[in-house]
């Protein structure tokens, strides 16, 4: 477990940072697939984890959300349309082709199943010394989570910060296969872009301190704020 900032840590649970969770104070965000929970497990051993919560019910986010709630008696907490990806476990439902074999491949070996979600998070609510920030467009109901006072924003998948087939690192859009309305995940990257993060957290790709990759991302990708 790695130590961003005060308070934040990164668990890197692939090679190459290409899934990663966090933990902000007491609260895990995602949980990588299924059978990432030894591995988180015994990262947050030493820690009083009190809540989970999901930027979204994507496979490598959800696999073992159930897992770790369940061993560690915690609740779930997610957005409002995540909820029902979230407790029914269909997590390739909004994927733009959910019969395309990579589809099927993360639906069979990394998906976890369903659990409750005990509480479900909006714009502006507060958790574990951040504030919620709706960015849906990879999933409808996508999660961000910013800490104003220093910068360090959890992104999710709004952006990668590797190219999930050949593991350079570098700034992307999310692959098209996952996302489901890839305008809307635009306008969410924009949305981030203009809360001028010092420091970005993403699901895949290592920790960023943005010292003007961000902009000149937008910038070239054509896209303004």
Known sequence: MKNIAKDVYQISLFPRNAINCYVIEDILIDAGIRSSSGTILK???????????LTHAHADHQGSSKIICETLNIPLLCSEPEKEFSENGNVVTEYPNSNHI??????????GKGHLVSETLKEGDQIGGFTVIETPGHSSGHLSFFREKDGVLIVGDVLTNMNLLTTKVGLNEPPHLFTADKETNRKSIVKLASLKP????????????????????VQKSGLFY
């Open 102 to 111: 990579i589809s099927k491949f993360q639906k069979q070996f990394w998906a």
């Open 198 to 217: 010092k420091i970005l957290c993403f699901g895949h790709g290592p920790v960023l301190c943005n010292n003007g990759e961000l902009e000149k991302f």
């Open 43 to 53: 990262a947050l051993k030493d820690k009083n984890i009190t809540k989970h919560a």
